[in-house]
Structure formats: C-alpha cells, structure tokens
C-alpha cells in the first residue's frame, strides 16, 4: 500500500491504538465470563485468582525479552509476533471439551505474548512522532486499552448472554489474525526510529547518534525508579479491576447480567477523558517550557493519588449517589498516570535503548498484576464475609495508589535525570538551569 509519510503516521498510530484496544479486551474477558465458567468448571475463588495470576506468569520475562529485541528488530515483525500469539492463545478456550487445564495453559501463553505489547507499541509509536508529541501519543495510545473496554465489554458480554462464556474468546482470536495482516500491509517503524544502517539506506529512518549509557545508570534514576514505584501501584489497581470488579458488581453490589457490562465498563470512559487530557496537558506544558517534572511526574502522581483515595472510599459509598462515580474514578483515573510515566521514562534514556527501558519497565510493574489477583482471592475467601474481602482488598489496593502518586510527584525529574546521564534534552526546569524562562538544552 503506497501511502504519503503523514497519512501512513496516522494509519500506524491507529492500528497501535487498535492493538493496545485488543491487549486489553483479551486481559479483561477473563472476568467478564468469570461468573459462569467458574460455575461450569467448579472453580472456587482461590482457584480464579489463581488462574488470573497466571496470565503473568511469563508477562514480565517476554516483556524484558522482548524490550531488547525492539533495540535491534524493526517493529513490524515483533507486533505481528505478538497479534499472531495472542490468537493461538485465545482460540484454543473456543472449543466445547477446553477446561481448566487449557484454561491455564492458555492464559500463561497469552501473558507471554501479551507482556511486551504495551511498551513495544510505545515503543514504536515514539518513532513516528517528534519528542515532544510523545506524552499525548503514549495518552492516544493508551486511550486503547479504555477502547477495548468500552467497546469490548457490552459486546463481550452479550456474547457471553447469547452464545455462552467460550464465544468471545473465538471473536477475539479472530480480530488479533486481522490486525496482524493489517499492520503487514501499512505498519513498521517510523521516520524517528534509531538505525545502524548507513544515512542513506531508508530516508524514512534517521540515525540517531546519542551515548550508550548502562543500564545500571539508566535503571537507577529518580525518575525511573519512582514512576516504577507508581506504575506498580496503578497496575495492582488495574489488575484488580479486570479480574474481580465485574464479581464485585455482581456479588456484592447487584448489579445483573444485562447491566454488568456497562458497569464495568465506566471506569474506561473516565480513563479515556483523563488520558488524553493529561496527554494534552502535558504536551501544552511541555512547548510552553514547562518542566517534564511537572508535566509528567506531578501530573502522573496526581492521577494515582486521587484513584486511591476513591478506591478507599469505594465500599463506604454503600447505595449512595456517589458509588458509581467513585468505581469510575477509582478504576479509571489510575491508567492516566501510565503515559505520562512512559513518556517520563522514554525522555531519559537514549532512544537507541529505549525498547529495552520501557520493557524492563512494564516487566517489573507488571509483577503487581500477579501478586494482586492471587492475594485478593485469598482474602475473599479468608474473610468472614465475602463483602468484608472485598473491602480489605480495595483498601489495600487504594493505600498502595495514594503512595505511589505522592512518590511520583515528588521524585519523577526527567529534566535533572537526563542532565545528569549527559543527554540532550530541552528543558524549562528551574533546578536545570531554566529559571529565567529560556529554554535550555542539558550538555551532552
């Protein structure tokens, strides 16, 4: 397909949005068919988190793996790679005689395949646009995953109504082989992309000629150590919601089939408004001279923290008027935190090993999404009643979110990191050298 550099951007920007919305729509199917395969299949709570935790099993280990290889693959190979697992994952569980074990096996296999998408997408993503454009289009990105909520559970939930609990993962499985011929055809690395081949070999790609720094250096900065703090903490949350929020709804707020969909689906509205106007802000701030740490540290905690605080107050909402909201807010603000961070990290390291820091990155973070599942089930069943578990949960979950925000805001400097680490960075920060309102550039 021959297409002018701007439209094939806006194709490729698309289609990544497209793959994060089927990321997220395959990680939350689990718990929108919980209820009646848990029924079908006699599998008790403990068990269900169990085989919620699982899917991360080999998430973080494929998303590290696969960081390194987008320093040196090009992306069109890696994200068809992925699209093509996720669908060998998820057609398997179509089939009649499928049970538990295929269940488990299944979801390990998807983890694995799902684990680098997020920042190999981010990755690929910031090769198509211009440094400071990278904030708004990690938030465009991630507005993804709020897609492949809103628009994933209605209509996987009344597959689930209409042709049982199996059905979705076939529709599923289906969209990941479309994706995968369509970013065959339009998709791949853009002109921002770093390269060793020689200036003339692609004008599309430039080469980019920046320090190659150690890792132990780039892994150990304020920045990348407290988005990862709070990146954690967010992911606790966001696991939580896609395995237990809809039983939550169900078990102990009431809500029926019909309405569980659009329910559990709110907190994706909420996220999408607060993403992109977090995107959004921060580019605006970012051109004005702003300082990257209020752009994104300050701006990123602040989304954390205030998801926590809902979180707690969630369950003592009871039937009020103010229930639904804060489950939005609790479930849907925290996510807006995630490409700030990401753009935070991408701005202090050099882009020649970017695909490997936002790999490590998702890798560790994502390790929230193993211990909260298992834990919750545990305290489920361990609890007097299963609305006191589910309190406790909750609780746990929101203490952890207002830590991580406060942490953010107050160690997340991309500005001083990337000084320090001798890359060149535009920068308004006052600590940086910008206070008279000039824009610097850090000494290379």
């Known amino acids: 397909m021959s297409l002018s550099r701007s439209a094939r951007s806006r194709w490729a920007i698309a289609l990544l949005m497209l793959f994060v919305a089927i990321n997220f729509a395959d990680k939350s199917i689990i718990g929108l068919a919980a209820a009646p395969m848990m029924a079908e299949l006699g599998i ?32 069109k190979w890696l994200l068809i790679g992925l699209a093509v697992t996720w669908s060998v994952a998820q057609l398997p569980i179509a089939v009649p005689a499928a049970g538990f074990g295929v269940l488990l096996a299944t979801r390990i296999l998807l983890g694995a395949g799902e684990g680098p998408g997020i920042p190999l997408g981010m ?6 646009v211009e440094e400071h454009k990278r904030a708004f289009t990690a938030a465009l990105l991630t507005v993804g995953s709020g897609l492949g909520v809103i628009i994933g559970a209605p209509l996987l939930n009344m597959l689930i109504a209409s042709a049982g609990w199996r059905s979705p993962f076939l529709l599923l499985g289906v969209l990941g082989l479309i994706w995968a011929v369509a970013w065959y055809l339009v998709g791949g690395d853009g002109p921002h992309a ?14 980019v000629e920046e320090p190659r720094i150690p890792y132990r250096r780039l892994l150990t900065t304020g920045t990348w150590l407290g988005t990862l703090f709070s990146g954690f903490t967010v992911y606790w949350g966001l696991a939580l919601g896609i395995s237990f929020l809809p039983l939550y709804l169900g078990e102990i707020a009431g809500y029926d089939r019909a309405s569980l969909g659009f329910v559990a689906s709110l907190p994706a509205y909420v996220s999408i408004v607060f993403m992109l106007l977090g995107g959004a802000l921060s580019q605006r701030l970012l051109r004005r001279g702003v300082s990257r740490r209020i752009g994104q540290g300050v701006i990123g905690g602040a989304f954390a923290l205030v998801a926590g605080l809902a979180m707690i107050l969630m369950t003592r ?20 935190q995630t490409p700030l961070s990401q753009a935070a990290v991408a701005d202090t390291v050099p882009a020649r090993q970017r695909g490997a820091a936002l790999g490590v990155w998702y890798a560790v973070v994502s390790v929230a999404s193993i211990v909260s599942p298992t834990l919750t089930g545990a305290i489920v069943d361990g609890a007097a009643t299963p609305a006191a578990g589910y309190g406790l949960a909750f609780d746990v979950a929101g203490g952890l979110m207002v ?14 990191d990337a000084a320090r680490l001798g890359l060149r960075r535009p920068t308004m920060d006052a600590e940086a050298g910008g206070a008279d309102g000039s824009k610097q550039l850090t000494p290379s």
């Open 44 to 75: 008790s709570t403990t068990q269900y988190g169990v085989l919620s935790s699982s899917f991360y099993l080999l998430f973080s280990i494929s998303a590290i793996a696969f960081g390194f290889l987008g320093n040196r693959v090009p992306g």
């Open 317 to 336: 909402a009871g039937a009020s008027a103010w229930a639904l909201p804060l489950v939005a807010i609790a479930f849907g603000i925290g996510n807006s």
């Open 194 to 207: 770093v390269t060793t081949a020689k200036p003339d070999a692609d004008p599309e790609v430039r080469v």
């Open 123 to 128: 990755h690929v993503a910031f090769t198509w």
């Open 403 to 416: 830590l991580g925000g406060l942490t953010a805001m107050l160690v997340v400097r991309p500005d001083q």
